[in-house]
């Protein structure tokens, strides 16, 4: 990992049966280094947070990357910088590797795109939302 990263994750205690295990599965991963580090919300009471991260169902996180920068005064701060990447529910399974790839990708800042991707993509002139959906079977 070259650069920071925050899960910032979403829960709640009552009518969320996968919470409690995909806030240990976290709690984990950012043990295993000191560049990531998780912060918690609860789902139904940080509600600023929610709509910030546009958050709509629990358990869910997203993956940031946290930036240091200079202040004028010479104290560094941090600063999140959100590619939009949101998984929804306890990333295991297949999951698992997709979410360890978010993290690198994320704390590298690069996609890893080829040239002839990135032209492509830079053509997109609207808002796009893409999801994938997966399944533990």
């Given amino acids: 990992m070259t650069g920071r990263v925050r899960l910032?994750?979403?829960?709640?205690?009552?009518?969320?049966?996968?919470?409690?295990i995909t806030g240990q599965l976290l709690d984990e991963v950012a043990a295993l280094g000191e560049k990531i580090e998780l912060v918690t919300y609860n789902f139904a009471i940080d509600r600023a947070e929610v709509e910030r991260f546009a958050i709509a169902r629990v358990p869910a996180f997203?993956?940031?990357?946290?930036?240091?920068?200079?202040?004028?005064?010479g104290t560094t701060e941090l600063r999140e910088h959100d590619y939009g990447i949101r998984f929804y529910g306890v990333p295991?399974?297949?999951e698992f590797t997709s979410f360890v790839g978010a993290i690198l990708?994320?704390?590298?800042?690069?996609?890893?795109?080829?040239?002839a991707s990135?032209?492509?993509?830079?053509?997109?002139n609207s808002p796009a939302h893409i999801q994938v959906f997966t399944t533990p079977t």
């Fill in 8 to 20: 910032v994750f979403f829960t709640q205690a009552l009518g969320c049966d996968t919470c409690n």
């Fill in 62 to 73: 997203a993956v940031v990357r946290l930036d240091e920068n200079q202040t004028a005064e």
């Fill in 92 to 94: 295991s399974g297949y």
């Fill in 105 to 115: 990708d994320v704390s590298s800042a690069d996609s890893h795109l080829s040239e």
């Fill in 118 to 124: 990135r032209a492509l993509i830079a053509q997109i």
